[in-house]
């Protein structure tokens, strides 16, 4: 695990070079430009065609139904097919709203039937009023002096025609506007419009064979526009220009040999302790797939430390112990299967894959650890029993003291190496003895709570563990670990006291000697957070014990109708893999979801102070 060490490159070449330097610099790929102080600097803008090639590559990438790219590009202007496309979006936008509105107006005229209004000069001074009631308002159209006629009625309606020269009084419903156009005119208009959307769509579906050109073109623009950045960013006169960037340092001969061969002057600095470098990761491409979960909350400061790696395992950790089941695990396998080739297209889509495989692999195993296959146990005196972690005769899923215990020990870890690696980032320091103290009071308070256990589940235990002389025996170890536990909390909390001030221990200013306790008092404070995030990794135990409850369940619905004559065996076997299909899901989600929280919220919290900015590369876009 490690953040790549930056230098700063200071690159000066004459401007009549300055084109083809950026040029060849983007395809190298390896700095993080600077902006280097210059009066007048305007805003970078997107390539004009760029906007509009985004906007079609989106509705041709939309389209459900895609025809095979073209392989031998001849004459292909980018600039009409992109119009081309705009133009059917457009049109295709325009139908279907009038698509819409014409059946709507089906839909209010159909209770009417098919008729024609008409003309003002024919109804001689009278209008036609058109409504549509409830059941129970119906009575309002029963007056003797109103000129009324039931039309149709349904479930729900009754149409109520009235004749009047003014609206009808005593009716609360509002009259209906059916427009002026007939049914049998709405429909022939509504099949001719369905007509055109047809042939539209078609031309939009031979438009996607130009999807692969059109991408490619758009990676052209694209890297002109990052040039085009990159050039705001230069300091420049009439004769030269100065170029600055954060470097990698195994990437500096390669630029220095660059350098060399185009005639460039340059410098490379130190980072400075005023200066924020960039933050550049680099793993191995087994763990790298963990550098996306890490950026995905906030990226580490350049000075802090990568915890790609931390990531990578609890990560896979936190997520088979919230699915609890090898079947699961196996079948996320398959799908893995399935999809290997697809997840290999791509540099990222590979490294996705690699933590995939690490997930699925310590789902299976803890699966098989905890005994459970789709909520089933294995047949005793099998060999797949013969691998279930027990306690007192039975799998420690079912035992809640055990679990609890388990998942307190693994928070109680998870965070104590969170403030371990602090201290080292910080040895030498005050602060170092701060983090320190966590981790001592974060051990000390796990051996409290498991010396307090229930004496019913504690002694058994530690009695099997450690006291083979008995229950009497158990019963010292426990008062011990107590013990043990009170002091070294003392001692924890008593260091965070003392040293969690940045002001100097032996100062000779009063100001120093008042507010240092202060400074102990605050961060005391945070004994409730750190109760919190130790607690919060139970949910560890009750997402998995949820997850394996509702597998059981679905598997007794799905026993209990497979019993029913004639169709039971099918419906048993639609509730089995819907059932499982959904609590799949669930566990997916809690375990993608809960996984990131506690390594993001709790573990980040404790670990990562500064957050820095990542680095993007100056680099191209464009494939060929």
Known sequence: MSIVPLRKLTLYGRDSLRAHVLLELQAIGCMHLIDLPRRGKEPAEEHPLAVDLRAALR???????????????????????????????????????????????????????NFRLPSASELRGQRLWFYAVRHRQAAAFNHPGLASQLIAQNSQFEYWLVISPDKPQGISSPPIDLGSRPLRDLEQALSEVELRLEQVELERISLTRWIPSLQAELSIADDEALRASAEKRLLRDEKLFALQAWVPVHALATLQDYAKRNCLAGSIEEPQSTESPPTL??????????????????????????????????????????????????????????????????????RFRNLAAFMIAATISYGMLIGSYFGMSPRAGSWMERLVWKTDGRSIMQDQDAMMLLAA????????????????????TGRALSHLGWCLSFVSALLMAVARLPRPAL????AATFSPGGVASANRVADSLWNFGVIGLCMGLGSVFLFSSDRPLFSRQLRDWLWRPIDGFMALTNVSKAFGDALSYLRLFALGLASAQLAITFNGLAAGAAEIKGVGLLLGLLIFLVGHSLNLVLGIVGGVVHGLRLNCIE??????????????????????
């Open 59 to 113: 509705d041709l990438e939309a389209c459900p139904e895609k025809r095979p790219a073209v392989v031998h590009v001849g004459h292909f202007s980018v600039e009409s097919v992109v119009r081309e496309v705009l133009e059917k979006k457009t049109l295709l936008w325009s139908l279907r709203e009038e698509r819409s509105e014409l059946q709507e107006s089906i839909g209010l005229l159909q209770p009417w039937g």
């Open 281 to 350: 990761l680099r793993n191995p491409r087994m763990v790298a797939g963990a550098e996306g979960a890490v950026t995905f909350y906030m990226t580490p400061g350049y000075r802090t430390w990568d915890p790609t790696w931390i990531m990578y395992l609890s990560f896979s950790i936190f997520f088979a112990m919230i699915m609890a089941d090898a079947g699961y695990g196996i079948t996320l396998a398959v799908l893995l299967g399935i999809f290997y080739r697809h997840l290999g297209r791509t540099d990222a889509s590979r």
């Open 409 to 428: 020990a693994i928070g109680v870890t998870h965070l104590t190496i969170a403030n371990f690696v602090n201290a080292w980032q910080r040895r030498g």
């Open 603 to 624: 573990f980040f919290s404790w670990s990562l102070t500064d957050e820095g900015i990542p680095f993007r590369a100056f680099t191209k876009k464009e494939t060929s």
């Open 459 to 462: 002694v058994p235990w530690l």
